[in-house]
């Protein structure tokens, strides 16, 4: 099992920046990738960014250029910096960690932070 947890959100105006941070724990060895998914009102959870244990990355297109996703192997850590911020990513922001191959697989969940962008 892996427990994910996941810190950083809050509100801020459209423009700014916000930093989530994830530090994972348990059977971390399952798994060679975490990334960060979200959630709007009435909307599908969405990826957003995932990046490998050798440091690999790929990001949604509505973020590419915003946002930065990297981790600290060595706390079992995951960062997402988030810069220019739209009221758009508004959203419930998840950090997930699992298998990526062709396709990134999610395997566990954190619990889920909070990121509002005022316009």
């Known amino acids: 099992q892996v427990r994910l947890v996941e810190s950083g959100g809050g509100s801020v105006q459209a423009g700014g920046s916000l930093r989530l941070s994830c530090v994972g724990s348990g059977r971390m060895r399952d798994i060679n990738a975490m990334g960060w998914y979200r959630q709007a009102p009435g909307s599908q959870r969405e990826l957003v960014a995932v990046?490998?244990?050798?440091?690999?990355?790929n990001y949604a297109d509505s973020v590419k250029g915003r946002f930065t996703i990297t981790r600290n192997n060595a706390k079992n850590t995951v960062y997402l910096q988030m810069d220019s911020l739209k009221p758009e990513d508004t959203a419930v922001y998840f950090c997930?960690?699992?298998?990526?191959?062709?396709?990134?697989?999610?395997?566990?969940w954190g619990q889920g932070t909070q990121v509002t962008v005022s316009s």
């Open positions: 990046i490998s244990n050798g440091g690999n990355t």
């Open positions: 997930t960690g699992g298998r990526w191959l062709v396709q990134y697989f999610v395997e566990y």
